[in-house]
């Protein structure tokens, strides 16, 4: 079984990388294969984000031969820096489509929690290079009074799947945009995917917005903002005194909203105002509040605990943003103009599908001790291991094909292996789920 399941991510590789073209419309030596390895390249790089130069070593001295790259045809950098410029979004767009289809066949019903997908939107903002181009497109941020930032600065704003950490739908505008314009554009794109979830934060909820992802049809949980910003429809309910101090309030309001074709109209929600917070130090030096939640499930299958752990799920997202960030260097872009920027990050989608093939895997071995979405103490998967393996499993995909499976099937029980191991010179498991190794309680580290 576990083999199966690795020849299916070897499959899904192989077809990601060869549907790309070895050489563009003119004959050249550097095609779109050949840039998209040299980005996977600098990617993997991570913080560090090697250049082309080094990133053009690192291949030739990995792949050698395989990717036509022989002896006498070695190319120079500056030659793979103007093969770059020619790939387009669309070149990598096509793969995209592909890898998300491999990455469903993957995980298959994995997917689904309760029948649903869960989908985190958020918004993330993005460092460019200094060049004219992206600051026409993306302007400098102000820093205060009259002075400007040295930077252009992109909103980039993302539909992440909450189990595969895959990116779904993404929208690039400039760094004052508009988060919830961006997010009724996905709309369209994220009502095609089925039965899913959509989980938002504070920044996102609007009458337009609520109003279009209930007229495509999507089911919601969103957080609403408080204090004076609340709507006067869910006023009553957060200054109404409950019965209850210690119990969450759940009733169905009826709140007005604008359609997709400017209509307003009523329509009956329900609103969650979770119980308050037990006494005791607040994390991450913020004062504990009462979420209000805005949802339009309805059921009995859906309670109100339910949708509360349904909401916390969001916070995975923001865990990604970091990883990408501070693992796989999403602030050090190195490309000058508009379609490299995007190159770029879309090239970052990729490598985050092929880590969801090879955690696909994992999950597989790992059967009953696989990731559970509302068991927090099942065993995890390490990030920094799946960046490597992702790696890897290029590596073994183009240059040893022949072993592949058993390959990867091998690399796959190492990173099991490693999630529910001891730290060293310790009796008692990892507590740490940060993605850097660092330990969250001063009283569970142990200085020797």
């Known amino acids: 079984m576990a ?21 563009f419309v003119r004959a050249r030596k550097n095609g779109p294969r050949q840039c998209l390895l040299i980005l996977l390249t600098i990617i993997h790089s991570g913080v560090n ?35 770059l410029k020619k790939l387009l979004p669309n070149h990598l767009e096509a793969v995209i489509t592909i890898g998300l289809s491999e990455v469903t066949q993957g995980y298959g019903t994995g997917l689904m ?60 505008v400039p760094h004052d945009g508009s988060e919830r314009a961006c997010a009724r554009k996905m709309a369209a794109r994220l009502a095609v995917l089925g039965r899913i979830i959509v989980l938002m934060d504070r920044g996102f909820p609007a009458r337009d917005l609520i109003g279009a992802l209930r007229e495509y049809r999507i089911d919601f949980v969103v957080r609403m903002c408080g204090g004076k910003r609340t709507w006067r429809e869910l006023a009553g309910l ?50 504990p509040q009462r979420m209000l939640l805005l949802t339009s499930l309805r059921g009995v299958a859906w309670n109100t605990q339910r949708i509360i752990s349904l909401y916390h799920r969001r916070w995975d997202i923001e865990t990604s943003f970091r990883e990408d960030k501070r693992l796989l260097g999403a602030t050090k872009s190195h490309a000058k103009t508009k379609d490299g920027f995007i190159v770029e990050l879309l090239a970052l989608q990729i490598y985050r599908i092929l880590m969801a093939l090879l955690a696909a895997v994992v999950v597989q071995q790992l059967g009953k001790r696989a990731v559970c979405w509302h068991n927090p ?30 390959r990867i099937a091998r690399w796959a029980r190492e990173i099991a292996r490693d999630a529910d191991k001891c730290r060293p010179n310790r009796s008692f498991k990892r507590k740490c789920k940060g993605v850097e190794g660092v330990w969250k309680m001063k009283r569970d580290r142990c200085y020797g």
């Open 3 to 23: 083999h199966s399941h690795a020849r299916d991510a070897a499959n899904a590789v192989r077809t990601i990388l060869t549907h790309l073209a070895t050489k």
């Open 49 to 83: 984000r090697i250049g082309v130069k080094p990133a053009r070593l690192m291949v030739m001295d990995r792949f050698d031969r395989m990717i036509d790259w022989g002896p006498g045809k070695e190319p120079s950098a500056s030659s793979i820096c103007r093969a």
């Open 113 to 172: 929690v309760h029948g649903r997908r869960l989908i985190a939107v958020d918004g993330v903002r993005i460092n460019a290079q200094r060049t004219s181009a992206l600051a026409r497109w993306l302007r400098l941020p102000r820093l205060g009074g009259k002075k400007r930032a040295h930077q252009p600065q992109a909103l980039v704003v993302v539909a992440r799947c909450v189990v595969t950490g895959v990116v779904l739908a993404e929208e690039i």
């Open 238 to 287: 957060v200054t109404t005194k409950a019965r209850g101090k210690s119990k969450a309030k759940d009733a169905l309001l009826p709140i007005r909203l604008r359609g997709i074709d400017n209509r307003w109209e009523w329509c009956d929600l329900r609103a969650i105002l979770t119980p308050p917070v037990k006494r005791g130090r607040p994390r991450c030096d913020r004062t």
């Open 377 to 406: 103490t099942r065993t995890r998967i390490s990030t920094p291991q799946l960046i490597v393996g992702a790696w890897m499993l290029i590596l073994d995909c183009i240059t040893r094909w022949h072993d592949a499976v058993f």
